[in-house]
């Protein structure tokens, strides 16, 4: 279901969420990212978008078969896991922030939870870990993509993630 787009869509709207940045470092590093990562990083985002979209219908009906396969695909997406030259490697971890990496990390982990809990057929952890990947969403659009979300802008709980 993602393989194909799993590369491609979320690259295009990560750099749209990360061309402006809280943190002042965050605008330079991602504008200084080649082409290529950033097309990689665009897809990504939109395939993590549309699988989290498709595992909706399929906790409503109780599908935890797919529920895993769709977490596991984007537990697999993480970027700094795919195959990339060192030189990629390095070029991300030096010019990403350090929180985009450190949430993206938390996201990746948060799907590898859902995959496992709903593989153990455990439904109210389903939900659970749905929300702390959805959470995450939020922690970086928040921080990192005022931009493209301007709402954030305004919501002082959703940038620092503490409710008032």
Not at 19 to 47: C, F, K, N, W, Y
Not at 88 to 95: A, D, N, P, V
Not at 96 to 115: N, T, V
């Amino acid at each position: 279901m993602l393989k194909g787009v799993k590369t491609l869509i979320p690259i295009v709207l990560l750099i749209q969420f990360l061309s402006v940045h809280a943190e002042p470092d965050a605008v330079a590093g991602v504008e200084s990212l080649t082409p290529e990562i950033r097309l990689l990083l665009s897809q990504e985002m939109i395939a993590i978008q549309n699988g989290m979209m498709a595992i909706i219908p399929a906790n409503a009906s109780g599908n935890t078969r797919k529920i895993a396969t769709i977490a596991k695909e984007i537990k697999d997406s993480y970027i700094l896991q795919q195959n990339l030259t060192p030189e990629q490697k390095h070029e991300l971890h030096t010019k990403l922030p350090r929180s985009f990496i450190q949430l993206d990390k938390k996201f990746h982990y948060y799907a590898g939870m859902l995959e496992h809990v709903a593989e153990e057929k455990k439904h109210e952890l389903i939900g659970f870990y749905f929300t702390k990947m959805a959470e995450s969403c939020s922690q970086c659009h928040s921080r990192h993509a005022k931009h493209r979300f301007p709402e954030f802008a305004n919501n002082k709980a959703a940038t620092t993630g503490h409710a008032h």
